[in-house]
């Protein structure tokens, strides 16, 4: 039974990895908030291959910028 659910993931992991890697996608890994009410959000994304950084104009209210970073982004230009 353990051996099943290990092949299971094994494959799981493996496929979301290839996903990622064709889509030109990342994956939000972690951010950074900065400590004021305005300032730069630093996000970093998980692309299958490496770690990318973006960053957006960050407000509270997310009337300026974005409150919080995308969860998925499209890196392909």
Known sequence: MGKKISLAATI???AGWLALFFSGRGVLIWFTQPGEK???LHCHY???TEIVNR???YS???FLGRETCP???ELEQ
């Open 38 to 40: 305005v300032g730069m």
């Open 55 to 57: 960053q957006f104009l």
């Open 71 to 73: 969860r998925v982004v």
């Open 46 to 48: 998980f692309t299958g």
């Open 60 to 62: 509270q209210q997310g």
């Open 12 to 14: 799981l992991l493996v």
